[in-house]
C-alpha cells in the first residue's frame, strides 16, 4: 500500500555543507506555472502551452519549496510515475529526494544514488530557459550495468517532471508546470546521462504518469478535525474516480467517488472531502482508482493508497 509520508523533513545525508551553503545561497528558479500539456515522445521538443514562468534571477529561499518527486510504481499499464508531495524544500533537496527514494514502500526510484550532484537551477527565463542538473561523475554519463534502456529512459523522466512541477509558497497546484527542457552537465559541458542526451523533455503524460494519484491530503501526519480535503490527478473514464476508506481490519467503511475536472487527453485535478467525524479515531487507508467499465478486461483499474490516521 503506498502509505502516508511520516518521515521528519529530508535530511542532508551524503551532502557536503558547502554544497548546501552555496545551494541556499543560489539564485535559482525551480517552478514555473502553465498548462499541463504533454509532449511529443521526444527527448527534444514539447508542446503545448506553458506560462514564461518566473525569470532566473528570483530567489527561491531554503526551505521554501514544494516539491513532488516522481517516483515509480506499478500499474496495469506497466511501471507508471507517481508523484509524492514534499513541503519546506530546499533547492539542494530537489534531486536528493529521488536518489534518495520514496517515503511510500510501493514506490520505488530508478535514479542512481549518487550519480547526480545536488543543486539545480533554471537557466534562463520560463519554458524558454533550461534546467541544469550537475552530474557526480564521468561514469554516469553511460548506463550502469544491471539497468535496462527502458529503465533508463523513466529515470530521466522521473528528473525532469520533478523539476517541472517544483513550486513556491504554501498550496500546491497539481497543473501547474514549467515545461524547459532539462540538460545534463559535467565541468560545464552538456553531457549523456545513464546513456541518454542533455536537453531531455517530458514524455506526454498519459504514456508515463500514472493514470491516478493521490497527491495531497496525508503528507503533514495525523487528520483531526471534522473534514479533511484530498486532491489528486486522474485520467478515468467519464471523469468518475471511485475512492474508498478501508478501516484497519481491511473493511470497507466509505465507499464513494470524486468528478475530476476532465479525463481522455491528460490527467486532471480531483478533490474528496473525508468526514472525519464519521470516521472517527484510527487508522485507516485511502483508496482512489480509475473507473474500470469493462470489468478488469483492460488490465484492471489504477489504483493510488495512503494510509493516515484520524486523531
Partial sequence: MHRTHRRPPHPPSGRTMATLAAAALALV?????GDDAGSDVTDTATDGTVSEGPSSETTVPAGDLLVTPFYVGQTPQGDRLFRELHRGASP???????????????????VPAGSLAEGTGLDGTGSDGAYTVELAGASWTERPAGMSAAEARLAVQQVVWTLQTVQ????????????APVDFVLDGEKVDYLGLPSGATAKPELKVLALVNVVTGFEAGPLSGDSA?????????????????????????VDSFSTADGW????YPWTAELDLTALG??????VAATDDPSGGEGGGPTQDTKEFTVE
Fill in 29 to 33: 528558479t525551480l517552478g514555473g506555472c
Fill in 281 to 286: 479515531p484510527g487508522d485507516f487507508t485511502f
Fill in 264 to 267: 481522455m487527453d491528460r490527467l
Fill in 229 to 253: 480535503p484530498v486532491t489528486g490527478l486522474a485520467s478515468s473514464f467519464e471523469a468518475t474516480v471511485p475512492w474508498q476508506v478501508l478501516d484497519a481490519d481491511g473493511a470497507v467503511v
Fill in 168 to 179: 513556491t509558497g504554501d498550496e500546491y497546484d497539481p497543473g501547474a508546470r514549467n515545461d
Fill in 92 to 110: 539542494a533537496d530537489v534531486v536528493g529526494f529521488l536518489m534518495d527514494g520514496a517515503a511510500d514502500p510501493d514506490y520505488r526510484t530508478l
